[in-house]
């Protein structure tokens, strides 16, 4: 039977289905024609900044960091360009075998693993982190024909910071080192503007100067934007901006000085502070031990790392700077001025001195004995302890205070370096703050007699001793002390001075200025350093002073060869010179030396010689200094200008 087919409704049912084709065909289209706007029109830049980015890569430009020079030119930091070899942690697979297999390569010792073990755990595992520095043109080329064995694993060329005398200045100087997390972590805190300027940035100013001039030493960082493959290998630059090396910092530091005074301590401790009255610019900030800074470069390594930090002699500490020490007769001088600008006791006052002070059924001994009758100059000269006591218990410890805060002890003098401490000026405002138990913040006026000649509670830095005798030596006037002098723009050769904040002028009358003079001449030309400054060129003045390093029972007699060597009395001396014009003022402290004319004085002596008479201390006096045995110069002195010391420094130069 034939099936008779509905052609009506087959046709009617075509044109439908044709209709829903045609529709979905032209949705279709419409859709990619509205995606293709979409891409084209709507995010056409933004897709071709991705493009464009896929095609090529923004670098930083690390700059040159600037260099350090002292007053005369000498380049005290520098930078020198050498190979690293550097690994990609989350790149290089196993990273025990991956070093195990570049040992076959390149020498890699057990310090360079150690070094590289604590440096990755100061970073991400995306930075690249350096197994071994410095290395040579053949080792360069093994590495280079078998690159293609160890992925995440690249040499790359780098600028390194070198301190060419080494230990000599270090405290001064600081040192730069790797960022660590912890700094990585407070830059992001940092305006966007610097933190801008430190991409690319691996290393930063940890102590001393490169950190307090952080800022100007590190330069402008440039970009170079590179074409790149689709593996990421560069092609070809495309533009580049220039990084801006940093600018040159000249120090007031004088590093033939600095040397001087260095090598004079040899093995034994202690620091000196010397400052030009005239100006506050330091010449020379010695602490000692001192430390080789460019161990700190590359990263230190644990051994040397432990040797320094575990050291009785703490190399690491700027005594200079932190070391707070009482500051024993050398503090004499500055009461007597307190006592003539307060109208406590004029000059010509006279106190018996019978070598003993009684005082709350107490009795205060003195070394010195009986001196009899002593007017406020001649206590200068021989330094009588039961003057300065009377006095003390007549001002009173806060008048103490008052008077000596201006001077500087016991405050921040506002030196352009980072870690100055604070020490302590004793007041009884400052006890209550200081002490829990009521019993304990209660002052008492037994307390005040030790303060009179630099004991008790008194703590002070050689840099604020310095300060204070510059300001004497300068009739009153308060400069800052600073190092930085200038800056040097590398590119364009301009200089800008360092900006340093206006003298204030302490008010002291000039008759009393002169009194205290006269009494620190006194003690040089016929007290106890007399001796010391014997047929020298010029006349200075100063003060001998010893400081207790462990308390001891009152009238106890001191012993130094019963006690430990780090328990002996510390020898103390500040002076400046010419006496009627200075041109340099210093404090000098030797550790648990004990007199202070036996061995902070004639440190003071031959730096006097060096700055006024272009004098260097013969080899027999340097042997002689260093062991503590030379009281006056020995052997006819070297002319300074001729000494062929400092050696010639490493010159900075560009990577390669």
Known sequence: MTEIRNMAGDSARFQRRLIVIALAVLLGFGLLAARLYFLQ?????????????????VVPVV???????????????????????????????????????????????????????????????????????????????????????FP??????????????????????????????????????????????????????????????????????????????????????????????????????????????????????????????????????????????????EGIDVESWKELNESIDKPLLNRALRGTYPPGSTYKPFMALAALQTGKRGPAVQVLDPGYFNFGGRRFGSPEGYLGYVDMRRSIQV?????????????????IHDFMAPLGFGQITGIDLGGEVRGVLPSTDWKRKTYRKAAQQQWYAGETISLGIGQGYNAFTMLQLADATAIVANNGIKHTPHLGVRLRNPVTGDVTPVEQAAPVDLGFKPANVAVIREGLVSVVSAGTARGVFAGAGYQAAGKTGTAQAVGMAQNAKYNAKAL????????????????????????????????????????????????????????????ALRQGKATVPIGKPRQASDMPWPPAPVLASTAP
């Open 564 to 623: 430990e060597e780090h328990q002996r009395d510390h020898s103390l001396f500040m002076a400046f010179a010419p006496a009627q014009n200075p041109q340099i003022a210093v404090a000098v402290i030797v550790e648990n030396a004990g007199w202070g004319a036996g061995a902070a004085a004639p440190i003071a002596r031959r730096i006097f010689d060096y700055w006024l008479m272009d004098q260097y201390p013969s080899e027999q006096d340097m042997l």
């Open 383 to 399: 330094s009588s302890n039961i003057y300065y006591y009377s006095l003390a218990n007549e001002m009173g410890v806060d008048m």
């Open 152 to 297: 995440g694993v690249e040499i790359k060329a780098r600028l390194f910071r070198s301190y060419p005398y080494g230990e000599t200045g270090s405290h001064v100087l600081g040192y730069i080192g790797r960022i660590n997390q912890a700094e990585k972590t407070a830059m992001e805190d940092w305006p966007d503007e610097d933190l801008a300027n430190y991409k690319g940035t691996e290393y930063i100013g940890k102590l001393g100067i490169e950190q307090s001039y952080e800022k100007q030493l590190h330069g402008q960082t440039g970009v170079e934007q590179m074409e790149t493959s689709a593996g990421g290998r560069a092609v070809r630059r495309l533009a580049s901006h220039p990084a801006t090396p940093g600018d040159t910092v000249v120090l007031s530091l004088d590093i033939k000085l600095q040397r001087l005074i260095e090598d004079m301590y040899g093995d034994r401790r202690g620091a000196v502070v010397a400052i030009d009255p005239r100006n506050g610019e330091v010449l020379a900030l010695v602490s000692k031990p001192t430390f080789d800074p460019n161990l700190f470069v």
């Open 63 to 149: 700059p040159n960091r600037g260099l350090i020079l002292d007053r005369n030119g000498v380049v005290l930091a520098s930078n020198y360009s050498a190979y690293t070899l550097e690994i990609t942690p989350y790149k290089a697979g196993k990273l025990e075998d991956t070093i195990d297999r570049l040992s076959e390569l390149v020498e890699i010792t057990p310090r360079d693993r150690r070094r590289f073990k604590r440096l990755r755990e100061d970073s991400r595992s995306f930075d690249s982190v350096p197994i071994r520095t410095r290395l040579t043109d053949e080792e360069v080329a093994r590495f280079t024909a078998q690159r293609y064995r």
């Open 41 to 57: 029109v709507v995010r056409h830049e933004d897709l071709a900044d991705q493009a464009e980015n896929n095609r090529t890569a």
